[in-house]
């Protein structure tokens, strides 16, 4: 097959890096000096996190923030994915849709909100429930590990909604309708049969999203940085970019080592448990939708209530609150006297030369990250599924790593390598080029995943026919290939756009300069400076021009299969 | 013991409305083993699904055992689990999480029956040796075979002792040889229960061989109801004809005295009083008798064999009588390609339509 050995050859080339980002976070935690003086190894920096009393406060920190997350995520979830999948509640398919795209609703944007309803001293439930109580204290406190992991949970229970979605989707309605048939009502239904059969898949997208948690940078840098509570994640950060102190490498990549063997243990077992819950999985002959559970005007009620709720809480409380903001000049709860001094002023004063300049990288990156991680990961798919070659499993581990290893971690790779390996060799550092390479790289495992699956649908013998019509295999993808892939491969490509647009935790690490800001990174920093309502103006530009390429997925992107993690 | 009265059903799908099930009318008596046949799509799987209470129609009325379950008319739609019927199912539905005991007893401990663990043990093992399977007890159901499924799926349908018991393809999904010693033995337990059994199939061998009485159903309605033989020899309809079996269709003049004018000449019926002017006599393979000599008088006609399939204990034979081809089934030694031959049609054996088949069995 003529171009077999092009194809292993880019995604070779692909993965490499994956690899060597991996190694070099292992090798920077021996590293005993700042980065430009001779190298000194060392295994200080592991002995100083291990006896650190610091290092296990972080970790019971992360520990609690993960778990509240993945609490409040499936406490939305699980009924959501009950209400759309299995009952006559009207509306399903849209509510399917909204919940799903809460998913690229950008996590920095909820956090802000939330900061502005809940926080100590200038969040307005709190000085609402101290007028009414005449409280001194605030009773509630969105900058700590409860209210950090309320607001990561909001965030994640779209994807743990669309995962649960799916485990109800796979499993025989029969099974159900069995039980029904043989005198189990409703409930005792649902207790001992539906449950017991999507434990499973409910236990792993509760890992899945535990995983994401661990690592999450966004809400623990908006929320918890200015209020001195750390996660990994932010600690890390925080020990590359500190105030006062010298960088610390050593230690950064000694925490992410540990961070990253967290992460593969969770990922391994992770998989563990979706190959047991595809046990239950039963392919029926007929592909029929099963009767749906009729709710009584009672139920549709106590359902339209909770809908009512969640959204309320996960989107409109802090849009409201993030509009509200934007109007003011110093933040204040609502009231006659703050109606009065609503204006658009921080609108006006926002610096918008940046903006066009962040809105200018935010388009070219959207632009290029999906397209070279489609070109990149169509070779990737191809070599594992169709080319033979020896080794082709460990290709398709080494594209799944990017999803298991913190994307923080990942960027201060790369920025590590940048600033002190290839310095001399290609100007990486600060350039917009360092971002689509990162971010191109973390994309892998989310485009080698959608390819596969498709491409594993497509019967191996139209491309053997083209091959035996004497087409050569760059014909073969241009005919044959692309076109039949091109649902998923437009779906995938607007996905990962979208995420782009809204990433942060990347940029964070990565954005050094206004020669690669972005929309985001203008955001975040104005956050970080202290003016929050120019941060909330700001914020909702950002929004409302995602407005359009969101519309754009809902006219080409959107399809049956929902979007697998983030 | 089931009735059901004027039951339509509308599926949408895609923004159009399918019908499934055309303003039906069923009556089952106890005891019987009723089966509903068709091809895919012609609606018995949304009946049986509405006798369980499992898919809730649009129109009219369904009652079992006397007591109304469904009307349209009253707002009633007794939900599955107030029915109390067996039901076997295609995918047989065995929950993996459960033991093969565990499968049936919970059923009979949280279903309406809600018995007791201690006299649930006694009916999960009657239950199991009525499909001897009772030394599986302890064996998680997921690591069961196909076969043994079934057999699970058919002793929790039994266990609550039903009056009714609902099955949709339970063989499907089995190879050959092990459907029939299933078959055989569902045959078996429903006669020596005594139990009414409504069974939804595609293959009618298989319901020509287990029912006492078929509908057969086509497009949401059905076409004609009866014992197999009834429906072998007297079809009501060119359709239910090809429906059980290849036959062979003669196109013809009626003029209403059993004496159709064909292109293969004149043929005399049994009964084609209801035919008048176009019509299409139809007959099957094992009917066109193969002679040597001439004896008969009526309906015999000279014929050329074009070709012949030796199938051991038969033959298979196309014959071209006037040009127009006929199959035929035969005995080993009836013909050999080119001999001639004489054809006969025995009377009572030929079947007359009103020309309205569809065109492509007309050849």
């Known amino acids: ?566 | 013991m089931i009735s059901i009265a004027g039951v339509s059903k509308n599926f949408s799908a895609d923004d159009r409305s399918v019908a499934a099930l055309r303003s039906v009318h069923l009556e089952v008596n106890r005891g019987e083993f009723f089966v509903l046949l068709g091809p895919s799509g012609s609606g018995k799987t949304t009946l049986l699904r509405a006798v369980a209470g499992l898919e809730k129609p649009d129109q009219g009325e369904i009652s079992l055992d006397g007591k109304l379950v469904y009307s349209r008319s009253q707002g009633l739609c007794a939900p599955p689990e107030e029915r109390q019927v067996g039901m076997v199912f295609q995918s047989y539905a065995i929950w993996p999480h459960l033991t093969v005991a565990e499968n049936i007893g919970l059923v009979l401990t949280h279903g309406r029956l809600r018995l007791s663990k201690k006299e649930a043990a006694a009916r999960i093992h009657h239950s199991l040796s009525l499909v001897q399977l009772q030394d599986f007890e302890t064996r998680p159901a997921r690591l069961l075979s196909g076969g043994q499924q079934q057999r699970v799926a058919l002793a929790r349908a039994l266990a609550i002792n039903p009056a009714l018991v609902l099955m949709d393809e339970p063989l499907s999904n089995l190879d050959a040889r092990l459907r029939e010693e299933v078959r055989a033995n569902i045959k078996k337990l429903a006669v020596q229960i005594g139990m009414t059994v409504l069974y939804v199939t595609h293959d009618q061998i298989e319901a020509m061989m287990l029912a006492d009485q078929i509908a057969v159903m086509a497009h949401g309605e059905i076409l004609q109801v009866g014992r197999p033989a009834e429906l072998y020899r007297h079809p009501a309809s060119a359709l239910v004809a090809e429906f059980f079996g290849s036959i062979n269709w003669i196109r013809g003049m009626a003029h209403g005295n059993n004496r159709v004018e064909t292109e293969l000449g004149p043929l005399w019926v049994a009964d084609s009083r209801h035919c008048h002017g176009a019509v299409i006599v139809g007959v099957r393979p094992e009917d066109v008798h193969l002679q040597r000599s001439s004896n008969e008088n009526e309906n015999r006609i000279e014929g050329k064999v074009r070709n012949s399939v030796f199938l051991g204990d038969q033959i298979v034979c196309e014959i071209d009588v006037r040009g127009k081809i006929l199959i035929a089934k035969g005995s080993p030694n009836d013909g050999e390609p080119s001999d001639t031959v004489f054809v006969y049609l025995p009377r009572e054996r030929l079947v007359v339509f009103s020309d309205r088949v569809p065109s492509d069995s007309l050849g």
């Not at chain 1, 009584?296 to 903001?325: C, E, I, M, N």
């Open chain 1, 1 to 566: 097959m003529k171009g077999r050995g092009l194809a292993v050859a880019i995604s070779a080339t692909a993965l490499l890096p994956v690899l060597g980002l991996l190694l070099l976070v292992l090798w920077m935690g021996f590293w005993q000096n700042g980065p430009g003086e001779p190298i000194v190894y060392t295994t200080s920096h592991f002995r100083k996190i291990f006896t650190d009393a610091f290092t296990y406060k972080t970790f019971l920190n992360t520990l609690g923030f993960a778990t509240t997350a993945v609490l409040v995520a499936l406490f939305f979830a699980i009924p959501l994915a009950w209400l759309v999948e299995r009952t006559n509640l009207p509306g399903k398919s849209f509510i399917l849709a909204i919940v799903t795209l809460g998913a690229l609703l950008p996590t920095f944007f909820t956090a802000m909100g939330w900061v502005f309803l809940l926080h100590p001293r200038i969040g307005i439930v709190n000085r609402f429930l101290m007028d009414i109580f005449g409280l001194t204290q605030a009773p509630l406190n969105v900058a700590s590990i409860v209210g950090m992991g309320w607001v990561e949970g909001l965030g994640l229970s779209s994807i743990a909604f669309v995962m649960i979605v799916a485990t109800y989707r796979s499993m025989d309605p029969a099974l159900e309708e069995a039980a029904r048939v043989h005198g189990l009502g409703i409930f005792r239904t649902l207790l001992y049969v539906t449950l017991p059969l999507t434990f499973p898949g409910i236990l792993a997208a509760a890992i899945y999203v535990f995983t994401i948690a661990l690592s999450a940078f966004e809400v623990p840098a908006i929320i918890g940085l200015s209020n001195k509570i750390f996660t990994f994640a932010t600690f890390i950060f925080y020990k590359i970019q500190p105030l006062e102190e010298l960088p610390s490498y050593g230690v950064a990549g000694a925490v992410s080592t540990i961070l990253i063997i967290l992460a593969l243990l969770l990922s391994w077992s992770y998989f563990r448990l979706l190959r047991f819950s595809h046990r239950y999985a039963v392919v029926t002959g007929k592909a029929y939708r099963p009767q749906p559970v009729e709710l009584g005007s009672k139920g549709r009620l106590l359902a339209w209530s909770f809908l009512g709720f969640y959204f309320t809480v996960a989107k409109l409380l802090p849009l409201l609150l993030l509009v509200w903001a934007a109007l003011l000049r110093y933040f204040q709860p609502p009231s006659w006297a703050a109606l009065a001094q609503v204006s658009m002023n921080n609108f006006y004063g926002l610096p918008w030369k940046l903006l066009l300049h962040g809105a200018w990288n935010t388009l070219i990156l959207m632009l290029a990250v999906p397209t070279l991680t489609l070109f990149l990961c169509l070779a990737i798919s191809w070599t594992v599924l169709r080319s033979g070659v020896r080794f082709r499993v460990l290709f398709d581990a080494v594209a799944f790593l990017p999803h298991a290893v913190p994307h923080l971690i990942l960027a201060i790779a790369s920025m590590f390598a940048a600033l002190f390996l290839l310095r001399n060799v290609v100007p990486l550092y600060g350039s917009l080029l360092i971002l689509v390479f990162v971010y191109t790289i973390s994309r892998i495992s989310f485009a080698t995943r959608i390819i596969n699956n498709s491409l594993a649908q497509i019967h191996p013998e139209l491309e053997e026919a083209a091959f035996v019509g004497g087409l050569k295999l760059l014909q073969v993808m241009r005919k044959i290939l692309i076109p039949l892939l091109k649902p998923a491969l437009v779906y995938a490509w607007i996905w990962m756009a979208l995420l782009c647009y809204r990433e942060l935790t990347m940029a964070s690490v990565l954005v050094t300069s206004q020669a690669n800001v972005t929309l985001p990174m203008i955001v975040w920093s104005l956050w970080l400076g202290g003016s929050l309502n120019q941060a909330a103006a700001a914020n909702l530009v950002v929004l409302i021009c995602m407005v359009p390429v969101v519309l754009l997925y809902f006219v080409f992107g959107r399809r049956s299969r929902i979007a697998e993690g983030a």
